[in-house]
């Protein structure tokens, strides 16, 4: 990642979080926050650097359950969690992830502006 580039907008979000690896799933997880191009979840569980997995989102009061299928990986582990970059999403999770991080982040101008600038979901 570059330094001196601006990070994304994070909004805070809870939301029910399951990550699937090719050899293991991990269930009943919550994230913390989010943006549009990653993730923070909550977890005490052991993570690989670089490791690839699908990030499946639970959409919070959505009835029936709709869940938003993310292809990620881990790029950052912290003694509260682990933090994914987005890789690889539908074109509808996208839209979601734009409303969920315009609903939630405490300064839309600024998350607005900086989807003008840079309108795709990675770095």
Do not use: W
């Amino acid at each position: 990642m570059d330094e001196n580039r601006p990070r994304r907008i994070r909004a805070p979000y809870q939301s029910s979080i399951l990550i699937k690896f090719p050899n293991r799933e991990i269930q009943g997880l919550s994230s913390r926050d989010i943006s549009m191009s990653g993730i923070f979840i909550e977890s005490k569980e052991t993570f690989a650097l670089d490791e690839e997995c699908l990030l499946v989102l639970k959409l919070s009061g959505d009835d029936p359950e709709y869940t938003l299928n993310i292809k990620s990986k881990v790029a950052r582990i912290t003694k509260d969690g682990v933090g994914l970059i987005f890789l690889e999403m539908e074109s509808d999770s996208f839209v979601h992830l734009r409303n969920i991080i315009k609903f939630n982040v405490n300064n839309p101008e600024v998350f607005f502006d900086q989807c003008k600038k840079r309108p795709g979901f990675k770095g």
